[in-house]
């Protein structure tokens, strides 16, 4: 079995690509694991981050199954499945970019929520943030994920300005993009206890909006997107 180097426009679709020729050779028939993401990254000279993108779209139409601490694993492909998954990479923005684009400008937003927000704003990222706190479960997450755009848009909002607010609502709204769900489920928020971290940081930045403090709210959001990535870039501390 040999992988090529991918191009460098777009590469998630040409590791998926790949991966589905070699699922289609027989290489990796039904119920076998696929080669770590570390393997992977090696042979097609990507980053490990692109390769776990890849590997999302292809989780996402479910021709493959990622378990906890073990691999991936090919499901029962079929050519229509391929197709959906080469057309979700294509068509939906990458993961990597948003991350990069939200931890640009999250944390501007948080202190600018802190300095200009109003006692209704607090009032709304209390109540998100509450629910949040109920909805920290594998079980719960499409809820969850709903819940936590909202903080996030009620954090622009309580910025109280509405030109930055055309800049990053819809960077906010390719939450809703089938790829980005699956990626972050698998790597951000894979279980109850990394969800509730996660759900404990965004009140952190809900006290610090309500004491009015900037700086502080700014380095609480920070501190949540350095999370995601450290994880996101993580070695596979079991499945290598």
Not at 60 to 81: H, K, M, N
Request: net charge negative; with cysteine.
């Amino acid at each position: 079995m040999e992988f090529r180097k991918v191009r460098p426009t777009k590469a998630s679709t040409d590791v998926a690509e790949q991966t589905l020729e070699a699922i289609r050779r027989g290489s990796f028939p039904p119920e076998t694991k696929l080669p770590s993401e570390a393997e992977l990254a090696q042979m097609m000279g990507v980053s490990r981050p692109t390769v776990r993108e890849a590997l999302s779209g292809l989780a996402a139409v479910g021709l493959i199954e990622a378990r906890a601490g073990i691999g991936s694993f090919v499901r029962q492909p079929t050519e229509s499945l391929g197709h959906q998954a080469l057309m979700l990479l294509e068509s939906e923005a990458s993961c990597l970019e948003i991350m990069e684009g939200r931890a640009a400008i999250a944390p501007p937003v948080a202190e600018l929520a802190a300095r200009n927000r109003l006692d209704a704003h607090v009032t709304d990222l209390e109540t998100i943030c509450a629910e949040l706190r109920e909805l920290a479960s594998p079980d719960t997450f499409e809820l969850y994920f709903s819940a936590d755009k909202r903080f996030h848009l009620a954090l622009v909002e309580a910025s109280r300005n509405s030109l930055l607010a055309l800049a990053i609502v819809p960077l906010i709204g390719t939450m809703d993009q089938r790829l980005y769900r699956e990626f972050t489920r698998e790597y951000y928020l894979k279980d109850a206890g990394s969800i509730g971290e996660v759900a404990d940081l965004h009140s952190e930045v809900l006290a610090a909006v309500r004491a009015r403090r900037p700086a502080q709210a700014r380095q609480a959001m920070r501190a949540h997107w350095e999370r995601m990535w450290r994880l996101v870039h993580a070695e596979e501390a079991h499945a290598d």
